[in-house]
């Protein structure tokens, strides 16, 4: 006994049925098929959350107690530096784990289950698959950072703004707390996920992906925190008077008005521009008088912090998108 098999159609071959499953029911199967990951990412953000209120509401209310000196009364009894430290780093490490733990798995799991091809026999294309298991998940941790950041950025408030400025740990530029908006967490939280996502289509293996997701996001915001960022636009130089005294010891004053500077770098330098080389460092302070040497700052002014978020935000979401762009183009050419 023999059975005849029908040719399969080429809508059925390219998993592309004229009666398409409709993109709420793929979101919906997503939902069911990641609802443990996304379990624990809602008592992360809800543990965050917790922390962030039970510190912060007697942290307000000291602060309306005290009224305006209140942080200069009891900075000495109090570790704010330390706690906002913890928070940083706290929340730092959440957008890591998105990539980790939600992101590199994600397409991985998928595949070696068979799922995806499941999918794809019950008339959704692959890249509505794809998109149906990453644009919802990436939609909630940007809603996620965006209330974190926000309640981060309540809980920072009562600071004044001259302590936020002047002290370098309270800094809005410091590389910890400069993507702490809730945009740029945002930005940041996604930009973990969808790497994680790209690295799991290309790797196809759920333990060597949260490895790779963990070595190059790190790497990645280590860089940008460390020296990309600082250079988004061209840094400003200035030239300061020396007051060079017998010896090697110099004194100088500088005054950068109500816009302060982030100083990048500074050394002694000729009037022209050009710093000194190790061996004109050595000179005598007469020396020193004769040439004019001056010294010279390399900074950017902190009337560029906006500009400097808003560069940071466009470059993340267009990241993000070609990471995805480049999961389809590897899920279309490995299983095709």
């Known amino acids: 006994m023999t059975a005849a098999a029908h040719r399969a159609s080429p809508n059925q071959q390219s998993g592309k049925q004229t009666g398409a499953v409709p993109l709420r029911r793929l979101v919906r199967a997503t939902a069911r098929q990641h609802r443990m990951a996304l379990l624990w990412t809602s008592i992360v953000v809800l543990l965050l959350a917790i922390a962030l209120a039970a510190t912060g509401v007697p942290l307000h209310e000291l602060a309306a107690r005290g009224g305006p000196s209140w942080y200069g009364a009891t900075r000495a009894s109090v570790d704010y530096a330390g706690v906002l430290q913890a928070f940083e780093l706290a929340i730092q490490l959440a957008a890591l784990l998105a990539g980790m733990f939600l992101g ?120 940008v925190s460390g020296s990309w960022r600082m250079h988004y636009l061209a840094p400003l130089h200035r030239a300061v ?58 900074y950017q002014p902190s009337s560029r912090y906006h500009a400097f978020q808003a560069i940071e935000l466009g470059w993340l979401v267009a990241a993000s998108a070609l990471l995805v762009a480049g999961a389809i183009v590897v899920i279309r050419r490995r299983l095709a």
């Open 241 to 298: 008077v020396v007051q060079f005294q017998s010896g090697s010891s110099y004194g100088y004053s500088v005054y950068w008005g109500a816009q302060r500077a982030v100083i990048m770098s500074q050394a002694l330098g000729w009037p022209d521009g050009r710093l000194l080389t190790d061996a004109e460092q050595l000179q005598s302070a007469a020396w020193m008088r004769l040439h004019h040497i001056v010294m010279w700052f390399t």
């Open 104 to 223: 590199a798995p994600l397409l991985p799991r998928e595949i070696q289950e068979g799922t995806a091809k499941l999918a794809w026999t019950q008339a959704a294309s692959r890249n509505r698959w794809l998109l149906a298991q990453v644009l919802p998940l990436a939609g909630l941790l940007a809603l996620a950072a965006l209330a974190i950041g926000a309640e981060f950025g309540w809980w920072l408030s009562p600071f004044p703004q001259s302590t936020i400025g002047q002290s370098r740990p309270w800094s809005p530029w410091w590389p910890l707390l400069f993507n702490l908006n809730p945009l740029l967490l945002a930005g940041w939280v996604v930009f973990a996920f969808t790497f994680g996502v790209f690295l799991g289509a290309a790797i196809r293996r759920t333990l060597p992906a949260m490895a790779a997701t963990l070595a190059c996001y790190g790497a990645v915001l280590f860089e």
